[in-house]
Every structure is written in structure tokens, then in C-alpha cells.
């Protein structure tokens, strides 16, 4: 084993539409690239096909990319880490072609990360935004295509103890925006306009879901309804109530979603809570889970922006993790214990 002073591990993440690439020194993030694809505004949404051709422009300028601001040629690598799934197919296989041709060409290490283990284990990516939380403790995962609660025991020992039986939280975030017509991703515009709004204004029923698990496409169509409704009253009853509709929306969800984490805390008696994920960068439950620390509910860690879209960093950072492990293209026992 090196002097972990020169350990120097790329990731590469392409699970999605955006095409990441960084490269950590230990746990410290010297770069993180990422080059997100807009075509997918157009069309609502993320179009599979679009994404994978994306990430083949992409992949070799990130790459070169970040390891230029890393200040590294790639011959001063010690492996590769990328990410193995879940995710779009032509987009994963995109990174994961990249990633094996590379190694195999370097003949480093090859390191196959979980995308999800990815965004719980980023609060160890060094840095001085964000602290680091203790084991064991709650993940917990919200995006686009994912709701989890995750017990978090080591590094790669994690059980999901509660997850979405339908739509994510995420996906409820878009759709219910699309249904406003606002443009896509439409949950920053929808945390936006909500700041302006009244988050009591209107009242959407809450699912009714046993143990920790979580279910939003109910709220989804409530929305649908609701909307629907109001406008046979009044055609132009959105555009003039937009933020208060936000407000609420979010408020509603975000009411669900620390409902479920303090039934997790009383379940587990785990008070240590981090979030990951693309929809961790939203501020209300940002602010929902700082005001519960403040009432002395839980202990919140919060990622830095960075670190919550999909970005290369934190799949590095669990590639040096099973670097230091030695844990080269096997995955059978994470991935049996973290349940996709």
C-alpha cells in the first residue's frame, strides 16, 4: 500500500444526465467537475437516449478537466472509482466503458461504487462546509428517483429501513410543477416561489403509510384535483396563486418527510440525521431539520450544494474507502446489505 499521502482516486459518475468526473486526494476533493446536459428542458424531463449520447461528449473533457485542476496526470492515479448503479443503462454504461479502459490502460484498481451508498458517505468528502457524522447514523436519500431512510452502521454496512412505494420525493416535486408548467427540474423553481408564498394557504391530504416507508403519488394526484378544480373557477387561478400553491405544496411535503425521520429516531434510538441527494439542496427541509436540532430533536448534517446533485466527488470518496479496504471490483457484500 502507498504512502496514503499519494493516493489519488478518480471518480466518474454517469448515472443520470449529468457527467461527473473528480479526483480526491485521501478524503480531501482536489477537483469536481460536472457538466449538466439542458437539452432535457425541452422535453420535460430526462430523456435516456439523449443522456447516454451526452455523456459520450462529455466523458473525455470532464475527465481531462478535472484532472488538470487537480494539478495530477493520470499516470499519478492510484484507481478508479465509478459508478456501477442504479441509474439510467446507456448512461451508467458510458462511465463504466470509460472507467474499465481506463484502469485497464493505467492498470490501477477499479473501484464499483453504489450511487446511493454515494450520497450518504459524501459527508466524508473533507471539507469545511460540512461535518462529518458519527456511526451509526439515519441517511437520509431523497432525489429524483429515490426516498430511503438508511440505518448507516459502517461505511458499507447499511440497511434501508424505509423507503417510497411509488413516486420519490423528487419526482413529486417535478411532476406537481409540470402540472403548473414550470419549466424543468421544477423543484428549485418550486422551493423559489415558495419562499414568497403563504405555506398555509391551501391543504393537500397526507398519505397514510405504514411503518417508515413513504408514498407520494397520492399527493400527486391531490395536486392533479385540486388544480383542475380551480381552474373551472378561475382559468387563470394558477399564475395568480403560484407562490401560495408552492408554499404549500412544499410544506406538505416536507411535513411528511420529517414525520417519517422522527418515527425513525423513536424507532432506532439514532439521533444523528444526514441527508443526501439532489433534493437536500431544497431549503425548507433544510430548515425543517435545523429547527428540530434546535428543539433538540436530532443531530442534522447537512451536505454542502456541491455534494448533493450527482457529482463525482462522492462516488470517490466511497471508492477510497474501498481502496484503503482493497476492495477491488467486489460488491457482492455491499450490495447485500444495501438493498437497491
Do not use: W
Request: net charge neutral; hydrophobic share 40%; with cysteine.
Amino acid at each position: 500500500m502507498p504512502n496514503p499521502s499519494d493516493v489519488y482516486i478518480l471518480g466518474i459518475e454517469s448515472s443520470c444526465d449529468d457527467t461527473s468526473a473528480a479526483v480526491l486526494n485521501i478524503r480531501k476533493p482536489l477537483s469536481n467537475v460536472i457538466a449538466t446536459q439542458k437539452i432535457h428542458e425541452e422535453y420535460g424531463g430526462v430523456v435516456p437516449e439523449l443522456a447516454s449520447r451526452a455523456h459520450q461528449k462529455n466523458i473525455v473533457p470532464v475527465v481531462h478537466q478535472a484532472l488538470e485542476k487537480a494539478g495530477i496526470q493520470a499516470s499519478d492515479l492510484s484507481a478508479i472509482a465509478y459508478t456501477k448503479g442504479p441509474g439510467l443503462m446507456g448512461s451508467l454504461l458510458v462511465g463504466a466503458s470509460f472507467a474499465k479502459s481506463l484502469a485497464m490502460a493505467l492498470n490501477i484498481p477499479l473501484l464499483e461504487v453504489n450511487h446511493m451508498q454515494a450520497h450518504i458517505l459524501a459527508h466524508f468528502i473533507e471539507d469545511e462546509a460540512q461535518k462529518r457524522p458519527p456511526f451509526p447514523f439515519l441517511g437520509i436519500t431523497i432525489s429524483g428517483g429515490h426516498t430511503q431512510i438508511v440505518k448507516v452502521n459502517a461505511a458499507f454496512d447499511m440497511e434501508v429501513i424505509g423507503e417510497t412505494l411509488d413516486d420519490a420525493v423528487g419526482e413529486a416535486f417535478d411532476k406537481c410543477g409540470k402540472m403548473m408548467q414550470l419549466d424543468y427540474p421544477a423543484g428549485p423553481i418550486i422551493d423559489r416561489l415558495a419562499a414568497k408564498g403563504n405555506p398555509k394557504a391551501f391543504t393537500f391530504s397526507k398519505p397514510k403509510v405504514k411503518d417508515l416507508n413513504f408514498s407520494f403519488s397520492g399527493l400527486k394526484t391531490a395536486v392533479l384535483y385540486f388544480l383542475q378544480r380551480e381552474k373551472q373557477k378561475n382559468p387563470n387561478f394558477v399564475s395568480e396563486n403560484i407562490e401560495d400553491i408552492c408554499a404549500s405544496l412544499q410544506y406538505t411535503i416536507v411535513d411528511i418527510l420529517m414525520t417519517k425521520i422522527k418515527k425513525a429516531i423513536q424507532q432506532t434510538g439514532i439521533t444523528h440525521v444526514a441527508i443526501g441527494g439532489g433534493v437536500s439542496a431544497n431549503s425548507a427541509i433544510r430548515n425543517a431539520l435545523l429547527e428540530a436540532e434546535k428543539q433538540g430533536t436530532l443531530i442534522a448534517y447537512i451536505p454542502k450544494f456541491e455534494y448533493c446533485t450527482d457529482n463525482a466527488a462522492m462516488i470517490a470518496i466511497v471508492g477510497y474507502y474501498k481502496y484503503i479496504e482493497q476492495d477491488f471490483k467486489n460488491t457482492k457484500l455491499a450490495q447485500a446489505r444495501f438493498k437497491i
